[in-house]
C-alpha cells in the first residue's frame, strides 16, 4: 500500500503548485470574433473550486490508515480546516471581483461561485479565461492564440472532461465533473477555416456561429481556427 501512497502523491503534486483547481458547472458562454480582430467574450454561471491541498491530505491519510491502523481524521479538525477554506474562497471572490471583466462574482459556498463576466477587446495579443494568479486560477477554460499573422486559434480546453482523470483525485474529479452542464457558442464573420463540432456552423446574417453542447461526456474540447485581418 506504500505503492498507492507514493502514486497518489506522484499524480496530485503538478496540480499543487495551485492550491484550487478551478472548473466549470453549469454555465453559458460567447465568443464573438470579428473578421477585423475585435472580440467579445463573456461567461455566465458557475465556476467550481476543487482543494487541492485538502485532496492530497485526504489521500495520505487514507494510505496511513490503510497500513497503519491509524484512525480518521478527527471531525472537528475536519470542520474547522473547512471553515478556513470557505473563508479563503470568500476571499478569492472579492479578489476576482475587483478585476476587469467581472460584472460579479458570488461565493454560494461548498466550492460553488457563481461569475457573471464580459470583456471586449482586440486580439493583438493571446486572450485565456480565467486567469488569476492571486486567486490560483491558472488553468483556463478557453485560449485564444494567435498563429501568424492572420491565424487565430480558438480552444476551450475547461469545456471537455480532464484528459487525465485518474483514480489517484479521490474521486472528487467525477463528483466535480458531474456538474459540468453548458453552451459555448462561437459568433464570427471571419472566415472559419476549421472547427470540430460535427454539426458545423450555421449562418446568421453576416455571420457565422457554432455551438457545442458540453456535459459530463465531452470528450473532445471546443475547438476552432479563423483567418482574420492581418497585423
Not at 470540430?196 to 470528450?219: I, Q
Request: overall charge neutral.
Amino acid at each position: 500500500m506504500k505503492h498507492w501512497k507514493a502514486l497518489a502523491a506522484a499524480l496530485l503534486v503538478p496540480l499543487a503548485l495551485a492550491a484550487c483547481l478551478f472548473l466549470p458547472g453549469k454555465f453559458q458562454s460567447t465568443l464573438t470574433i470579428h473578421a477585423d480582430r475585435s472580440f467579445t467574450y463573456a461567461y455566465k454561471g458557475e465556476v467550481i473550486a476543487l482543494d487541492i491541498t485538502g485532496a492530497m491530505s485526504e489521500a495520505s491519510g487514507l494510505a496511513d490508515n490503510t497500513t497503519d491502523g491509524a484512525p480518521a481524521l478527527d471531525p472537528a479538525k475536519k470542520a474547522a480546516e473547512k471553515a478556513k477554506k470557505e473563508a479563503e474562497y470568500r476571499d478569492i471572490a472579492v479578489k476576482v471581483a475587483k478585476e476587469a471583466g467581472y460584472r460579479s462574482v458570488e461565493y454560494r459556498g461548498d466550492g460553488i461561485f457563481y461569475v457573471d463576466y464580459e470583456i471586449t477587446g482586440k486580439l493583438t495579443h493571446n486572450f485565456v479565461f480565467p486567469y488569476n494568479q492571486d486567486a490560483g486560477m491558472i488553468f483556463p477554460f478557453v485560449a485564444i492564440e494567435l498563429r501568424g499573422k492572420d491565424m487565430v486559434r480558438v480552444k476551450a480546453a475547461g469545456f471537455a472532461k480532464p484528459e487525465n482523470k485518474d483514480g489517484g483525485m479521490s474521486g472528487m474529479g467525477e463528483d466535480t465533473n458531474a456538474r459540468l452542464d453548458g453552451v459555448f457558442t462561437l459568433v464570427t464573420d471571419a472566415e472559419i477555416v476549421s472547427q470540430n463540432n460535427e454539426d458545423g456552423a450555421k449562418a446568421s446574417g453576416a455571420s457565422k456561429s457554432v455551438t457545442w453542447k458540453v456535459t459530463p461526456t465531452s470528450s473532445d474540447a471546443p475547438m476552432a481556427m479563423l483567418k482574420v485581418a492581418g497585423l
